[in-house]
């Protein structure tokens, strides 16, 4: 009877059946982790600062175009990304390893499509803007100029109101594409 019992223990079918898992399931899925780890796969937002920065200033913009208010939203959406990837955001410059400041360089708005041809169905909003990373003694780590990107709102017929609705949407759209693309173009790589 033990010899019985033994030789059924050892038969994979019977360990199957007594665990509710089949051994090869095991093996695939402890592969694949291993090819996942091994393979440097990293997650999206888990980027490195470079040259060890740890705690970042972000500046609030400058901005040399004629929209009010588009540094703030800018600025505060690049605060947002370097949060939400992990680092910590520190409000002065004394208390940061590195400060990222810039300038929003210009703002076109270039007309895409017609309804007819006096009125305007579609227009591009593109943003451009030039950023430094500088360190507590004003090296310069990283820059880019100009980074740019765009985005597209319909022109709303006769109702000025759902035309400038419209617009400030396209600029929060692009407001965070862009600090995204800011983000990942800082943290790649290091």
Partial sequence: MKLALYIRKKDPLYMRASTGID???CYICLFIVWMIISCGYRFAGVGQLPSGVHHICVAVLENSTAETGIETILSNDLIYEFTRGGHRVVRTKAEADATLAGRIVSMN???IS???AQRTQEVRVTLALNLTLTDTDGNVIWFVNPISENQS???????KSGTEQNHRMAIEALSKRLAQTVYNHLTAGF
């Fill in 23 to 25: 051994t090869r399931y």
């Fill in 114 to 116: 017609h309804r007819t």
């Fill in 153 to 159: 709102y319909e022109v709303v017929t006769g109702d």
């Fill in 109 to 111: 708005i270039d007309t």
